[in-house]
């Protein structure tokens, strides 16, 4: 089993950049697959962007192709999500997420993870 911590998150402008950081409670590296995802009020929680245990990018969403980077640090168990020319709609909740490698399947939604943070909130203005 695996703890995350999320955090990084706050209110910016549109245009605005923030990085995200997730920290695991263990070495993730060959272990977990992990992913970053969003809710907005009153929505589903959606994928943004997932990552292979070796870090290889299995899935980024259209919605935030060009302008988001999911990246991982091995050596700080860290998982990253590099936020650029942020939008209003991009304002939600980011949760980080993690599954074990023997359960890995490359899926983007919310029944692919068992394991959660609990959350960092991203404002974006106009």
Request: with cysteine; proline share 2%; net charge neutral.
């Amino acid at each position: 089993q695996v703890q995350l911590v999320e955090s990084g998150g706050g209110s910016v402008q549109a245009g605005g950049s923030l990085t995200l950081s997730c920290a695991a409670s263990r070495p993730t590296y060959g272990t977990y697959c992990m992913g970053w995802f969003r809710q907005a009020p009153g929505g589903e929680r959606e994928g943004v962007a997932t990552i292979n245990t070796v870090g290889g990018v299995t899935y980024i969403a259209d919605s935030v192709k060009g302008r988001f980077t999911i990246s991982r640090d091995n050596a700080k168990n860290t998982l990253y999500l590099q936020m650029n020319s942020l939008k209003p709609e991009d304002t939600a909740m980011y949760y980080c997420a993690a599954e074990h490698n023997l359960y890995c399947s490359g899926g983007y939604h919310r029944a692919d993870f068992r394991y959660w943070g609990q959350g960092t909130q991203v404002t974006v203005s106009s």
